[in-house]
């Protein structure tokens, strides 16, 4: 009888393939088996005239930096974050970085209207939407504006609005702040910023998040 392991069907099917259970981790992985292979590519019409490329390990430091980002912010784990933008090339790596820091993405729809805005953060249990000014043709900061200025109970679990620029040029708007009130909204820059600085005074904070995600957790709805 053989004395040697037998090779796993998966190892046969594809040598290549990845260890890895979770998203962070095969992120993470594919960064240190191949840093310099081009990971993501953002077209001149996503980034406003701007083409944009990531390697694999410009993507894992990027999606660090957003993960501390939402530290920054104060998502917990298990949270639902939802993400209402178009094609803005923050939004893969958001997609990691939620995963990163155990939260969990809710994907809206770009062309959503108030009230079905209004029902999909009450069934998904949203604390926070990161949003553009617009989702295409959809004016998407008037439209949550309305819901917000209304004081509409789907919208009573928001805590959290902030901005992601649709283009490097965009402007940021002025809205409805959850809780009541209207000024600038909250720039997602500003959380990268105070994100460094919570890296610097706890440094082990994203590891320690990081390694608490589990592979049956969820990660998108």
């Not at 660090?64 to 094609?87: K, M, Q, S, T, Y």
């Not at 500003?190 to 994203?206: K, S, V």
Request: net charge negative.
């Amino acid at each position: 009888m053989p004395t040697h392991a037998a090779e796993s069907p998966l190892a046969a099917a594809a040598p290549n393939a990845v260890a890895a259970d979770t998203l962070p981790a095969l992120l993470r992985e594919l960064g240190r088996r191949q840093p310099e292979r081009e990971a993501l590519v953002y077209t001149a019409f996503t980034r406003g005239g701007t083409p944009l490329r990531l390697t694999f390990a410009q993507l894992d430091a990027h999606v660090d930096a957003l993960a501390w980002g939402l530290l920054a912010l104060g998502i917990e784990p298990g949270e639902h974050v939802a993400v209402w933008a178009a094609n803005v090339t923050d939004w893969v790596p958001l997609e990691f970085a939620l995963a990163r820091i155990g939260a969990v993405l809710v994907t809206v729809n770009t062309g959503l209207k108030r009230e079905e805005l209004g029902y999909l953060l009450r069934q998904s249990r949203a604390v926070a939407v990161l949003h553009t000014s617009r989702t295409g043709g959809n004016e998407a900061s008037l439209e949550l504006d309305a819901l917000l200025g209304e004081a509409h109970p789907d919208a009573a679990g928001v805590r959290l609005r902030v901005w992601l620029p649709n283009s490097p040029d965009d402007e940021r708007p002025l809205g409805v702040l959850p809780g009541g009130g209207k000024g600038a909204l909250p720039h997602f820059a500003a959380a990268i910023e105070r994100g460094a600085a919570l890296r610097a005074e706890q440094p082990e904070l994203l590891a320690r998040r990081e390694a608490a995600v589990r592979a049956l957790d969820v990660v998108n709805i």
